[in-house]
């Protein structure tokens, strides 16, 4: 059975930082883009950052310049690092890996930024 573990998310003040972790198995991992999703109430669920298998990576506007997403291949890991928060990037943040032939989901984890 295939799973996706993620961890790291919580209670954040405004401005702080926050990364999410999400681990996959080496099988699925491999060879294939990777990425982090969120959905807020009443929002439809949105990309927010991805990267290649070959390490090129692309960044919702919203976020550009506070968020990088990174992977750590001999981990079966991918990272995404949360800087600079804000109260709007409250959501349920979601890992994806595959995204053509194959794809999988984590469980979600929530960030709620509030002072």
């Known amino acids: 059975q295939v799973q996706l573990v993620e961890s790291g998310g919580g209670l954040v003040q405004p401005g702080g930082s926050l990364r999410l972790s999400c681990a996959a198995p080496?099988?699925?991992?491999?060879?294939?883009?990777k990425g982090w999703y969120r959905q807020a109430p009443g929002k439809q669920r949105e990309l927010v950052a991805s990267i290649s298998s070959g390490g090129v990576t692309n960044y919702a506007d919203s976020v550009k310049g506070r968020f990088t997403i990174s992977k750590d291949n001999a981990k079966n890991t991918v990272y995404l690092q949360m800087n600079s928060l804000k109260p709007e990037d409250t959501a349920v943040y979601y890992c994806r890996v595959g995204f053509s032939t194959s794809s999988y989901w984590g469980q979600g984890t929530q960030v709620t930024v509030s002072s």
């Open positions: 080496r099988s699925i991992f491999s060879g294939v883009a």
